[in-house]
């Protein structure tokens, strides 16, 4: 299993400009979220999706949108790029049921400029 | 609400001596427990969990932590630093079922020669 997989792993954005983050994973895990990082402030749920076709907010979704059309892949939208969304970008997925832990992507580097 | 406080932002050992992450949380439901582990410009790999089974859980990489529900925290311990554990840790709390699963701000360790 390839796991979680995200491209690309760096990108650097105008202002202004839209871009989509690619997640995907192999696992049929149902649940799957993006996060932010940010250098003290851990990681921050943008959105999330409990299962294809279903999809809410987390802590900070502003400009940002999602879609989950299959259960392997879950892209994150960014409307029009502002320099406060430079930041790490994880997706995770995990499977349902109890106490089943979060498998993250190894992450994409955005810079908005 | 669930929430999580790691005390330290940056811990500095020697190899050899004895690692203590701190993690506190505070979550009206159950707990669940995880440390995370993120390796330089890597994505997050979990070090272990706590499902209520046990209060001392044994993770990968010689690493433990003790659910104490009178102090609500779960520290991470390792009794003899190696070089290689030098990264940032993430402690964890979410619901049964994975609902509201939030990280702490993380701490950095350094390991010194």
């Known amino acids: 299993n390839a796991g979680v997989t995200q491209t690309p792993k760096f990108q650097v954005l105008k202002t202004g400009q839209s871009m989509t983050l690619q997640c995907a994973q192999d696992m049929n895990h149902e649940y799957m979220s993006w996060y932010r990082q940010d250098p003290g402030m851990g990681l921050r749920l943008i959105h999330y999706?409990?299962?294809?076709?279903?999809?809410d907010q987390g802590e900070v979704p502003n400009g940002y949108n999602v879609s989950r059309s299959t259960t392997e892949d879950f892209p994150l939208r960014l409307l029009s790029a502002a320099p406060s969304q430079t930041s790490v970008y994880f997706c995770a997925s995990r499977g349902s049921g109890v106490v089943n832990e979060q498998f993250f992507g190894p992450g994409t580097r955005l810079t908005v400029l | 609400a669930q929430s999580v406080t790691q005390l330290g932002s940056h811990v500095s050992v020697s190899e050899g001596a004895l690692v203590l992450l701190r993690c506190n949380y505070s979550?009206?439901?159950?707990?669940?427990l995880f440390w995370y582990v993120q390796y330089p410009n890597q994505g997050l790999q979990l070090l272990l969990k706590?499902?209520?089974?046990?209060?001392l859980v044994k993770g990968i990489n010689g690493f433990e932590a003790e659910f104490k529900k009178s102090e609500t925290s779960f520290h991470l311990t390792k009794p003899s630093a190696h070089m290689s554990d030098a990264a940032e840790y993430f402690c964890?709390?979410?619901?049964?079922?994975?609902?509201?699963?939030?990280f702490g701000p993380g701490t950095r360790l350094s390991v010194l020669p």
């Open positions: 999706s409990v299962g294809a076709g279903i999809t």
């Open positions: 979550s009206s439901v159950p707990p669940y």
């Open positions: 706590y499902t209520s089974a046990a209060t």
């Open positions: 964890a709390v979410s619901g049964a079922y994975g609902q509201n699963f939030v």
